[in-house]
């Protein structure tokens, strides 16, 4: 089993960053494929970010050029860099460790 847990949310003003950080424990026996995710009051859950094991980095185009996904693979930790944020990405938002392990969760407001 893998144990994630996410940290950094908030609220903030339109305008604003966040960091986010999201630490796995537990049975990794290779470091994986992560991922940040979000989800709004209402919405399905939708992909935000993927970083590689070999530090490769996708974004969906609603956050490109704002958000930044990095990794510590000594420490088992991925972080979601948050700039220039909006009303919209208001969520919450989960972490994923390939191929299905996932955090409980953290509130991201965005709201002046």
């Known amino acids: 089993q893998v144990q994630l847990v996410e940290s950094g949310g908030g609220l903030v003003q339109p305008g604003g960053s966040l960091r986010l950080s999201c630490a796995a424990s537990g049975s990794i026996f290779r470091i994986s494929t992560m991922a940040w995710y979000r989800q709004a009051l209402g919405n399905q859950r939708e992909w935000v970010a993927t970083i590689t094991t070999f530090g490769s980095t996708t974004y969906a185009g609603s956050v490109k050029g704002r958000f930044t996904i990095s990794r510590e693979n000594a420490k088992n930790t991925v972080y979601l860099q948050m700039n220039s944020l909006k009303p919209e990405d208001t969520a919450v938002y989960f972490c994923?460790?390939?191929?299905?392990?996932w955090g409980q969760g953290t509130q991201v407001t965005v709201s002046s």
């Open positions: 994923r460790y390939y191929p299905d392990y």
